[in-house]
């Protein structure tokens, strides 16, 4: 059954990753970042390409980057790092539209309408009304503001200005998705004020600031869609630097927990008794892989293992106790709609995750839970 959550808080849609160097230079498959593979396109598309991704590029802050056509695909003189061409590389000018409802997951096979995040598989958007493209945006430059997470810092053309904002206005309060080539690049509120100088925040991740800031700056149309490697899982929260957000519920026999208690705020994994995780890491030993679920549970003397939960209903719950109906429960859990297997302490926290637990009976999936619906959204703020 599909779950739809009212998007007035719902979850961040883009892809997480601290980057840190993951990011920056590199290229994974793409060798040094000098050959991107175009498929299914003829000389003559590749041809009309290389002037207007190089244009792209040096939009994106990449000069001298010389894109040229070879064989099956596209070059360039210098290395280019894969989220820059993933951005300049598309087909389409990016688009703001309204979203109407956002599911935890990937969107079902055979639906036809709903847009999937970027990277697939974490949420799955319908989409209402087309508002604007991105032209008005002069500058979009990712920005961190150390303890608080990535931002990005926008400048807008003072001729296109009036009509940008009174596109966002038109969104009347409902959540604003930056669109590009048929995927959510970042979803965003609408809440704030546009200024001619403004900032998208708070809570993004290296990655998740550098895509939203590239998406942005994409104008236009170009014949071919450059084929950019995935760039891998991401690093966990930098200490005195990220701030991270993940959703956690948990469900026992069918009905679900109240949200986990506050845990100290002298760790920077802890939580507020809002149904959130916060991991803002103060130090070494609790960031990056070191962030971990069961590394937050033990702050609150808690513990999730593959076969019981030891959680803040004070009840311990083991694979093979009896539900109050007489039905016998195990214990499962999800990422982003997903059912994981192992351990769950040890998830590495991700910025936007809706992370379920459950002690059910056989055969029921609770969905996400309510805590996922609440997730945040950063919003548009003028910094005039």
Request: hydrophobic share 45%.
């Amino acid at each position: 059954m599909r779950r739809w959550l009212l998007v007035a808080g719902a979850a961040l849609a883009v892809g997480a990753c601290s980057g840190r160097g993951a990011d920056r230079g590199t290229t994974a498959n793409a060798g040094d970042g000098r050959s991107w593979v175009v498929e299914r396109a003829t000389p003559a598309q590749l041809a009309a390409a290389g002037p207007i991704i190089d244009a792209r590029l040096q939009r994106l802050g990449v000069s001298g980057a010389g894109v040229q056509a070879t064989g099956s695909g596209l070059t360039t003189k210098i290395p280019v790092d894969p989220l820059t061409m993933e951005a300049a590389g598309r087909v389409g000018a990016t688009e703001l539209w309204t979203v109407t409802a956002t599911m935890v997951g990937a969107c079902p096979a055979g639906d036809t309408a709903g847009v999937a995040s970027l990277p697939v598989g974490r949420r799955c958007h319908q989409l209402g009304q087309r508002l604007a493209g991105t032209e008005a945006v002069q500058s979009a430059v990712p920005a961190l503001q150390p303890g608080l997470g990535w931002s990005v810092e926008l400048f807008i053309d003072g001729g296109g200005y009036a009509a940008m904002r009174a596109a966002l206005t038109a969104a009347g309060g409902a959540p604003v998705a930056v669109v590009a080539d048929r995927q959510v690049i970042a979803v965003v509120a609408s809440t704030g004020v546009l200024g001619l100088h403004a900032r998208i925040a708070p809570g993004l991740t290296e990655r998740e600031a550098r895509r939203l800031a590239y998406a942005l700056l994409v104008t236009g149309r170009s014949p071919v869609a450059v084929s950019v490697p995935d760039p891998g899982p991401e690093a966990g929260p930098a200490p005195d630097a990220d701030f991270w957000l993940a959703a956690l519920s948990v469900n026992v026999c069918g009905a679900w927990l109240p949200d986990a208690p506050a845990t100290p705020d002298a760790s920077g994994l802890h939580s507020h008794g809002d149904g959130f995780v916060y991991a803002h890491p103060q130090n070494a030993g609790e960031a990056d892989a070191n962030a971990t679920v069961g590394r937050w549970l033990g702050h609150g003397s808690w513990s999730a293992k593959a076969d019981r939960l030891q959680l803040w209903d004070g009840a311990g719950h083991r694979n093979g106790d009896a539900c109050p109906d007489g039905k016998g429960a195990t214990v499962r859990w999800w990422v982003d709609g997903v059912e994981q297997r192992g351990d769950p302490d040890s998830l590495h926290i991700g910025n936007g995750q809706a992370i379920t637990r459950s002690f059910t009976p056989a055969g029921v999936a609770p969905g996400p839970g309510p805590a996922a619906a609440r997730l945040p959204l950063p919003d548009i703020t003028s910094e005039a």
